[in-house]
């Protein structure tokens, strides 16, 4: 077995002849908090679609614990333990806080094909378990409060917070954090940067792409920084943010804070 | 229990009311009670694709007819007593609702729409056609017989009702296991947003298909029930417009929602029978309630309330 996580060998994306990703390379050690960075339209979101199977790359290879998972459907990579947040965030708006967490105890819970029409025994146990996990959850995401409101009446700073919820539901390896501060006051990014250290201290591995600067530079151990999909800089915080390539292109690029 | 919720609280209600309405009625109205029952079925049933799992399918009427039609003709042309007709009424559905919407269970709204309206098309073309010289063409099927027991007959109609009463009662304890389990679950994310679903690693395609097997098998069952109050089935009872009805009844009345699912089945199928005044103008008011429901209430007369959780998580809710 490979050392690595996660790797990514060459990878390539097109989008009807724009080159979303181009012969990206990266590798991913466990227990890592790793930074994706780069300006907006680079290819980052992309390059995570093609992780959680949401795109198939055209080229390369995507290895999990060594094994190549290009082309896996999302479900399947999911239950494989990579799980992820969305940019734009995607809640099951109308149902509750609870319920929304719940959906990702799916693939740990149990149930059989029957008891979507006849409870039994270990249905019980097993449905009274799951809960319990998202009332832990709730709990350690300060959310008890909202168990029964839609998740789509909350503040986006909690939305935030339920979607990582959700995706921890599920015990993933692999956390996939798409611009987890977007949208976040000061405040609640500071309280986000203790979480995830704290979500690492239980032994997931982090992937997460951010604009906020300061925070990538203090929380993450290793940065691959992404300009029109290919990789232009990578290593540690201290070396990336001062390579004159990387200060370049966000220079040639407007909007680096947002 | 305290966490009984409103909404089933009104359910029991209402099914007590149901269950003692025989005995305040003369056979006629017990009649108009036995369709109310079975088209209820059928509308939870159809709930279940539409309003769990979100798909557009506007065919339910063929699960419904399939149902009615294995009962008629295991009956008329084989022999077979009522009784024995009952699991290949829910089966034969079940299977051919798998075969059929395998290969398009992966289309999108409007998309499943027309290939689910195609296959009622189909399925009404194979019986008046006469296939293979069961279906009886046009006519359709006379003659079913009664359900009988060790030598007793339930042939009146207050029989028919309790049995379309026990039906019902069937198909709540389903939607009840279904929303408090996993697969419930599972279709209501993929209905409010399948990216997010699969994410969390639910296959779509499996789910999907999960709710037209179980709302086939309901609908079928009610299909046969409708075989035996009626002694005769024909292709009319089966047709799209017949489809169009069911899926109007649940968005109509609120997709999901219990009470919503039975008042857009009053609304729809009894109130015209009541009045009968009404009876010729009967689409007309479908239409008015389908249009002044989607301007007033888009999301039904009586929306689903989400939030079907165990108390304990509730104690830090204000
Ligand atoms: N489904 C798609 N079809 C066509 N083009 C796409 C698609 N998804 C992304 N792109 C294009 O690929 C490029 C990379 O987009 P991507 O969303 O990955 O950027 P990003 O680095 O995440 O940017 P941001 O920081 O703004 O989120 C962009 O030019 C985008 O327009
Ligand atoms: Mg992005």
Not at chain 2, 117 to 146: K, S, Y
């Amino acid at each position: 077995m490979s050392e690595y996580l996660l790797e990514i060998k060459n990878v390539s994306k097109f989008f009807y002849g724009l080159t979303a990703i181009d012969a990206l390379s990266l590798k991913v050690k466990q227990g890592q908090i790793y930074g994706i960075i780069g300006p907006n339209g680079a290819g980052k979101t992309t390059l995570f679609n093609c992780i959680t199977g949401i795109y198939t790359p055209e080229e390369g290879e995507i290895l999990w614990k060594g094994k190549d998972i290009k082309g896996t459907p999302p479900h399947k990579i999911a239950e494989l333990g990579i799980l992820r947040t969305f940019q734009t965030i995607r809640l099951f708006a109308e149902m509750s806080v609870a319920e929304n967490i719940m959906s990702g105890r799916h693939i740990k819970s149990k149930q059989k094909w029957y008891n979507g029409l006849i409870p039994t025994p270990a249905y019980y146990k097993d449905e009274r378990e799951n809960w319990e996990k998202v009332g832990e959850l709730m709990e350690f995401f300060g959310l008890s409060q909202y168990a029964t409101t839609p998740a789509g009446d909350l503040s986006y700073g909690v939305q935030r917070k339920i979607e990582m919820a959700r995706a921890l539901a599920a015990e993933p390896e692999l956390l996939i954090l798409d611009e987890p501060a977007a949208g976040l006051n000061e405040n609640e990014t500071i309280e986000l940067a203790k979480t995830i250290r704290e979500i690492r201290e239980r032994g997931v591995t982090i992937m997460m792409i951010e604009h906020d600067m300061e925070m990538v530079m203090s929380l993450t151990e290793y940065i691959t920084v992404i300009n029109f999909g290919a990789k232009i800089s990578a290593g540690v915080p201290a070396f990336v943010q001062d390579d004159p390539i990387v200060v370049e292109a966000y220079i040639g690029s407007d909007d680096e804070d947002e | 229990m305290k966490n009984i919720s409103k909404n089933s609280m009104i359910a029991f209600g209402l099914l007590a009311i149901m269950g003692v309405f025989p005995f305040f009625a003369n056979s006629a109205w017990i009649a108009i009670g036995t369709t109310f029952l079975v088209f209820s079925a059928v509308a939870f049933s159809q709930d279940i694709i539409l309003g769990r799992a979100g798909a557009f399918h506007m065919g339910h009427a063929a699960f419904f007819g399939i149902g009615a039609y294995t009962t008629a003709i295991l009956n008329v042309h084989f022999g077979w007593p009522i009784l024995a007709t009952w699991a290949p009424a829910v089966i034969i559905p079940v299977v051919i609702a798998l075969l059929v919407t395998g290969p398009i269970i992966h289309l999108r709204g409007d998309y499943l729409l027309v290939a689910t309206i195609g296959i009622n098309i189909v399925f009404i073309q194979i019986l008046e056609n006469d296939l293979f010289g069961l279906t009886g063409g046009p006519n359709g099927i006379f003659g079913i017989e009664v359900i009988k027991v060790f030598g007793f007959e339930f042939f009146e109609q207050i029989h028919m009702y309790y049995l379309a009463f026990i039906l019902l009662g069937i198909t709540l304890f389903i939607m009840k296991s279904l929303d408090s389990s996993k697969f419930g679950r599972a279709m209501f994310y993929i209905n409010k947003d399948d990216i997010a679903a699969q994410s969390m690693g639910i296959s779509i395609r499996y789910y999907k298909l999960y709710a037209f097997a179980i709302g086939a098998g309901i609908a079928g069952a009610a299909g046969s029930m409708f075989a035996v109050q009626y002694s005769a089935v024909s292709p009319e009872a089966f047709n799209v417009l017949q489809s169009i009805m069911f899926f109007t009844i649940v968005l109509v009345g609120g997709s999901a929602s219990l009470p919503g699912v039975l008042i857009g089945t009053f609304v729809m199928f009894i109130l015209p029978e009541i009045f009968r005044e009404f009876e010729t103008a009967r689409y007309l008011v479908f239409g008015v309630a389908m249009i002044l429901t989607m301007i007033l209430r888009p999301r039904g007369i009586w929306p689903v309330k989400f939030g079907n959780i165990p108390s304990f998580l509730k104690k830090d809710v204000k």
